[in-house]
């Protein structure tokens, strides 16, 4: 497509359960990154890949959040036992480089009962 | 760590009137960006900026790099009621920190018809 894709838009889960979130990048855009938006807040890096390897992955809160890109393409960000301060609004985000201008895609909004 | 001040944190302005918005920070930035959201959707991507002193317009959209690399202010000029959103600046070191974006709080712009 001609923009980022996240999927699922919305996604409400227990407290506990693991979730999985989708990214798929603009094509030919080698480097992905993931961000988190809390309620009114701006963005908060998470991880950072260019093509398969991520370079730095210091902005992962704990070691329940793990992320992969495959391919070069496609992303996941898997959450472990989510608890409620997970909730959030998950962005993903592609460039042509890691200098370069990122566009963001629209979200996964995870709620966490 | 590095931290943007964005202010003003919000705006309540009439149609037609001129809005500035600006971002401060202690650490040098190598790229200023400024990106618009609208509610439910991610950042677009309005301007980027990559020199010191550089001053790029977007239609009524204008945006400098400040001289020290630690500032940047947006301009908005005779603003319409679609130019209602949240604005975050941004900001890139590169280095070891490749392409993390480090974001501003952000500004709510609200427009009065």
């Known amino acids: 497509g001609a923009g980022v894709s996240q999927s699922p838009s919305n996604k409400v889960t227990e407290k506990g359960k693991d979730v999985e979130l989708r990214c798929d990048p603009i094509?030919?855009?080698?480097?992905l990154y993931w961000y988190r938006q809390s309620l009114g807040q701006g963005l908060e890096f998470l991880i950072y890949?260019?093509?398969?390897?991520?370079?730095?992955k210091s902005g992962l809160p704990s070691d329940r959040f793990s992320a992969e890109r495959t391919g070069g393409s496609v992303s996941t960000l898997t959450i472990q036992r989510t608890q409620q301060e997970d909730s959030a609004v998950y962005l993903c985000?592609?460039?042509?480089?890691?200098?370069?201008?990122?566009?963001f895609g629209d979200g996964t909004r995870l709620s966490i009962l | 760590g590095q931290q943007l001040n964005q202010s003003p944190q919000s705006m309540f302005i009439q149609e037609g009137e001129d809005v500035s918005m600006n971002c401060t920070s202690s650490?040098?930035?190598?790229?200023w960006l400024w990106y618009k959201q609208d509610p439910g959707e991610g950042p677009v991507l309005l301007i980027a900026?990559?020199?010191?002193?550089e001053l790029t317009s977007n239609g009524r959209l204008t945006a400098q790099f400040g001289i020290t690399r630690k500032d940047s202010f947006l301009n908005i000029s005779a603003s319409i009621p679609s130019d209602v959103g949240i604005y975050f600046c941004?900001?890139?070191?590169?280095?070891?920190?490749?392409?993390?974006?480090?974001f501003g709080q952000g500004t709510i712009l609200t427009v009065h018809p």
């Open positions: 985000a592609s460039s042509r480089g890691w200098n370069q201008p990122q566009h």
């Open positions: 094509s030919g855009h080698t480097a």
């Open positions: 890949f260019q093509g398969n390897s991520a370079p730095d």
């Open positions: 650490s040098i930035f190598n790229t």
């Open positions: 900026l990559y020199k010191a002193g």
């Open positions: 941004a900001g890139l070191t590169g280095g070891t920190s490749y392409g993390k974006l480090t």
